[in-house]
C-alpha cells in the first residue's frame, strides 16, 4: 500500500434498476433509427446507472479520504480530512433483507467481515469488505503499519487486540 488507497465496493445502483435501465438502453439502440437523440439519450441513461460504482479512497500523503461514486472513471465524493485513527478493527457485520409479498415474506442475512478505521471520536471509516477474515485481516495490516496504530479482532465474541 504506497500513499493511495482506493477501494471499489460495487454498484452504486441496486441490480432491479440496473436491470432496467439496461432494458432502456438496448431500446435506446432499437430507437436510434426512429430518433437519434431520444435513442442516445436513453443509451446513455443505461451506461450510466449499469457503469456507476461507490467506494472510498484514502490519501495518505495528503491526509485525506473519501466515498464516492460515479461511472466508469469519474468520482463524487467530498474529500474529508482523516480524523486521528485510534486503531483498526477488524468485524463481522450482518446484514438483513426482507423482502415481501400479499403471500409470504423472506429474510436474507448475509455475513461480511469489514475492516474499520477508528477514530478518537469512535467514529467507524469502513475501508474494505469481504467474506474471508484473513484477506480482513491482511488489508487490516497494511493500514495498521501505514497508520502505525493497533488492530482489534473484534470477529468473535471475545475481542482480542491482534497488534497493540
Not at 440496473?18 to 436510434?32: E, K, M, P, R, S
Not at 485525506?64 to 477488524?90: C, Q
Not at 484477506?135 to 502505525?148: E, P, Y
Request: aromatic fraction near 14%; charge should be neutral; glycine fraction near 8%.
Amino acid at each position: 500500500m504506497d500513499n493511495y488507497y482506493n477501494h471499489d465496493q460495487g454498484s452504486y445502483f441496486p441490480m432491479p434498476f440496473q436491470i432496467i435501465c439496461g432494458l432502456i438502453g438496448i431500446a435506446g439502440f432499437v430507437l436510434l433509427f426512429e430518433s437519434i437523440i431520444f435513442g442516445l439519450i436513453m443509451i446513455a441513461i443505461g451506461v450510466f446507472v449499469i457503469a456507476s460504482r461507490c467506494g472510498i479512497e484514502v490519501n495518505f500523503s495528503e491526509n485525506k479520504y473519501r466515498d464516492y461514486w460515479g461511472p466508469i472513471i469519474i468520482k463524487f465524493g467530498k474529500w474529508e480530512t482523516l480524523p486521528v485513527i485510534e486503531y483498526v478493527s477488524v468485524f463481522r457485520a450482518r446484514t438483513s433483507q426482507t423482502v415481501g409479498s400479499r403471500v409470504s415474506t423472506s429474510s436474507f442475512v448475509d455475513e461480511e467481515i469489514q475492516v474499520n478505521l477508528i477514530t478518537d471520536h469512535r467514529k467507524r471509516i469502513t475501508v474494505f469488505e469481504t467474506d474471508s477474515k484473513n484477506k480482513a485481516v491482511g488489508r487490516a495490516w497494511k493500514f495498521s503499519d501505514k497508520l502505525n496504530v493497533g488492530i482489534l479482532d473484534a470477529t468473535a465474541r471475545e475481542t482480542e487486540w491482534i497488534k497493540e
